[in-house]
T-cell receptor, first 112, second 118 residues
Framework: AQSVTQLDSQVPVFEEAPVELRCNYS??????LFWYVQYPNQGLQLLLK??????LVESINGFEAEFNKSQTSFHLRKPSVHISDTAEYFC??????????FGKGTRLSVIA | GAVVSQHPSWVICKSGTSVKIECRSL??????MFWYRQFPKQSLMLMAT?????????EQGVEKDKFLINHASLTLSTLTVTSAHPEDSSFYIC??????????????FGNGTRLTVT
């Protein structure tokens, strides 16, 4: 069975500082990896995804994640965060014919 | 972008009553919809997968007679919590996949429904 571990439940960081939200997964089959973001009082939105090809994927708002098969990781990074990045971030994994499995989420709090 | 509307956003009901939650895809046809439940400080847990026109597939441990799912059209799925009990209090979220883009298309989520059973 697939599983996702987000080690950090909360990550406080000062504005304009870099941030990394960690995600590790376990799966015995090929995986598709996702990061979803939930801003306060809003629904979940897809931030970025890895399906195949280049292991480094980027979002339109400056986040990037790198698929590392040997370390079974898909950490999310941003070199300089903004107040507006404050949200909860969920890592998720699915296989070709398996449902999406979510991590517990990491609450990113950006401090001015 | 694709929008999924979930209604109601919050509901309080008495123990023993039933509550229906609606999930609608507003600008796309959702051949598959998913229902998740989120306990406080825990991850989203998939409850069931519903495919338009067929019976829902429930995850292990989810009571199908308690959580009735109907996906009668390509734009609407409903979750009915029957004979609700306080332990059913939770945050329920639906998501839908745009059937046009196939299996790898992203999920679009509703804003969730917070159910409180008194």
């Amino acid at each position: 069975a697939q599983s996702v571990t987000q080690l950090d439940s909360q990550v406080p960081v000062f504005e304009e500082a870099p941030v990394e939200l960690r995600c590790n997964y376990s799966s015995s089959v090929s995986v598709y990896l996702f990061w979803y973001v939930q801003y306060p009082n809003q629904g979940l939105q897809l931030l970025l995804k890895y399906l195949s090809g280049s292991t480094l994927v980027e979002s339109i708002n400056g986040f990037e994640a790198e698929f590392n098969k040997s370390q079974t990781s898909f950490h999310l990074r941003k070199p300089s965060v903004h107040i507006s990045d404050t949200a909860e971030y969920f890592c998720a994994v699915s296989g070709r014919n398996t449902p999406l499995v979510f991590g517990k989420g990491t609450r990113l709090s950006v401090i001015a | 972008g694709a929008v999924v509307s979930q209604h109601p956003s919050w509901v309080i009901c008495k123990s023993g009553t039933s509550v229906k939650i609606e999930c609608r895809s507003l600008d796309f046809q959702a051949t598959t919809m998913f229902w998740y439940r989120q306990f406080p400080k825990q991850s989203l847990m998939l409850m069931a997968t519903s495919n338009e026109g067929s019976k829902a597939t429930y995850e292990q441990g989810v009571e199908k007679d308690k959580f009735l799912i109907n996906h009668a059209s390509l734009t609407l799925s409903t979750l009915t919590v029957t004979s609700a009990h306080p332990e059913d209090s939770s945050f329920y979220i639906c998501s839908a996949r745009d059937g046009f883009w196939g299996r790898n298309s992203p999920l679009h989520f509703g804003n969730g429904t917070r159910l409180t059973v008194t």
